[in-house]
């Protein structure tokens, strides 16, 4: 790991951010332990250790690394898998789960997987937000209105039992409920007043009469017994935990990133995403050691210091000392936080992704709306774990069908000039005599290539005074073995009638590799083409009228 990046000496900005930002971040962590089945210690333990970490070692200085919803929701899909009901073994299982996915983040970043993010497509990842969203509000309702406890994820068991037991909702809980949401929406309204610090205020200092009248309250924080170390796997759940692992891995970096990069470029800063992964799997390691919660740099921290006038990553440090505070100076009182709060602050914060204008581009533009679409069902219909899985192997399956359809371009010479383009889409362009000019338009490679090279060879076939064939390659930035036969077989299938093969436009790794393959027709000469202007011009006789790329 490369040296951290100097942090600059602490101003008031920082320090004033730092206070602000603790006490948005503190119910929240108690409250994202509630949706992981953790205790609320989980969740303390693992704030302090994400400020800390980042602050010292991170990148980003506006990135804020928590407990986040989407993360506590995916461990707490995994630990009922692993092992059901039992509350001590799920604390267990998902501290062991959190410690993988720490040593997946290492071993990504020593790896240099700085891209692994971009396997989560952003129409997936907002569609996935959503979807998610909703199974959390769904599934604090329980704490909001004292309904009995929820299990599972599945939406429409979800709602069944929701129905189902109506009856049972607890009054006063379901008002407190209401009045605290209601106060985190108004609280918007009003610029840098604390929301959720105003209802945690008011709910502490209503929580005796609250309790006396059956509203629960959060309860004994003993961060002692967070230093236990995690469970090793049973031998039949190795697999799962590594797939379980993965998949914590996916949603944290994918957020993260996501995050990190969209502050960086609107602030013209620099980021390293591989460092970002190395610090990140220390972070879930000591949070795995710990029994913590899994974190990451969520977009809502991340915002909420940028907002509060963050300017390094001291904010995040004086964050991280200000929750050690207030851990040892106000527990008592955070143990006095009505659950119905803390529920009203969950939804409250995921209700920013149940805005659908975050699809508005998809349908203007387009593009990707099945993919989208396709991540909310999923996690409606398969909950939050198998949703993720089938949504990020839906959109993989989107790109290999994109990249495998054989799409093919006849080019030709518009007006005179020095461009070739598609004559499908310029019916003025001309193909000059005698040659036939080809682009395939997506990168060459074992699943396209067959098709691709079928293709050419019927528009070879269509041309009854042709003597050369130049194959633009630009798309293609290296080949590998497949495409490498398929261009062997259509080069001796040319060779065999007579017509000769000409290449442009290739990339360095591409052309090296043709050089070394030695195919029938494409002599080293044959290679020296780095336009289709120059390849036209060096078949015609003529020299060319450029050097560079057409």
């Not at 967070?226 to 998949?247: I, K, R």
């Amino acid at each position: 790991m490369s040296a951290a990046p100097a942090r600059p000496s602490i101003d008031l900005v920082d320090l004033l951010a730092g206070l602000a930002i603790a006490g948005l971040l503190l119910p929240e962590a108690v409250a994202y332990s509630g949706i992981a089945g953790m205790p609320p210690q989980a969740g303390v333990i693992a704030l302090f250790i994400g400020l800390v970490c980042y602050g010292l070692l991170g990148t980003s200085r506006f990135a804020i690394v928590s407990s986040t919803s989407s993360s506590a929701a995916v461990l707490a899909a995994g630990t009922l898998a692993l092992a059901g009901n039992a509350v001590d073994i799920r604390i267990a299982i998902g501290a062991t789960l959190v410690l993988f996915g720490g040593l997946c983040f290492l071993i990504a970043g020593f790896a240099r997987l700085g891209g692994l993010s971009h396997l989560i497509a952003r129409p997936v990842l907002r569609g996935y937000t959503f979807g998610l969203a909703i199974v959390i509000a769904l599934k604090q309702l329980p704490h909001l209105g004292g309904w009995p406890d929820l299990h599972g994820d599945f939406v429409p068991l979800l709602i069944t039992d929701l129905v189902r037991t109506s009856d049972q909702v607890h009054a006063v809980t379901l008002g407190t409920g209401v009045v605290s949401l209601a106060l985190l929406f108004l609280c918007e309204r009003v610029r840098r007043l604390p929301g959720s610090l105003l209802v945690i205020a008011l709910g502490v200092m209503a929580s005796g009469w609250l309790a006396a009248h059956g509203v629960p309250l959060t309860g004994a924080i003993n961060l002692h017994m967070s230093l236990g170390m995690p469970a090793w796997p049973a031998g039949g759940q190795w697999l799962p935990s590594v797939e379980l692992a993965a998949a914590l891995l996916l949603i944290l970096y994918a957020e993260s990133y996501s995050s990190i990069r969209g502050f960086a470029l609107k602030h013209n800063d620099p980021v390293n995403a591989n460092r970002d992964l190395l610090v990140l799997g220390v972070a879930n390691v000591l949070c795995g050691l710990l029994q913590g919660m899994p974190v990451g740099a969520g977009y809502s921290g991340t915002s909420a210091n940028e907002a509060a006038g963050a300017q390094s990553r001291w904010a995040g440090l004086v964050a991280g000392a200000t929750v050690l505070l207030m851990v040892l100076l106000l527990l008592r009182w955070i143990e006095r936080i009505p659950l119905a709060v803390l529920a009203a602050i969950v939804i409250h914060a995921v209700s920013k992704s149940w805005r659908l204008s975050v699809f508005k581009p998809y349908l203007q533009w387009k593009r990707d709306r099945l993919l989208a679409l396709a991540a909310v069902v999923a996690v409606l219909s398969l909950g939050i774990l198998n949703g993720l899985l089938v949504a990020i192997a839906f959109s993989l399956i989107m790109l290999l069908r994109q990249l495998a359809a054989a799409r093919l371009s006849v080019l030709g010479r518009l007006a005179n000039g020095h461009d070739f383009v598609a004559i499908a889409q310029h019916p003025t362009a001309v193909q000059p005599a005698g040659m036939l000019i080809l682009r395939p338009e997506e990168p060459l490679f074992f699943a396209n290539a067959e098709s691709m090279m079928s293709m050419a060879r019927g528009q070879v076939t269509q041309r009854k005074d042709l003597q050369q064939v130049i194959l633009s390659l630009e798309e293609s930035p290296d080949l590998d073995s497949t495409a490498l036969e398929a261009l062997s077989d259509f080069s001796s299938w040319l060779q065999a009638l007579g017509i000769a093969l000409h290449v442009a436009r290739l990339k360095d790794e591409t052309r090296n590799l043709l050089l070394r393959a030695a195919l029938p027709q494409l002599s080293p000469q044959a290679l020296n083409n780095w336009s289709v202007e120059d390849a036209v011009s060096a078949l015609a006789g003529a020299p060319s009228s450029t050097g560079n790329p057409k």
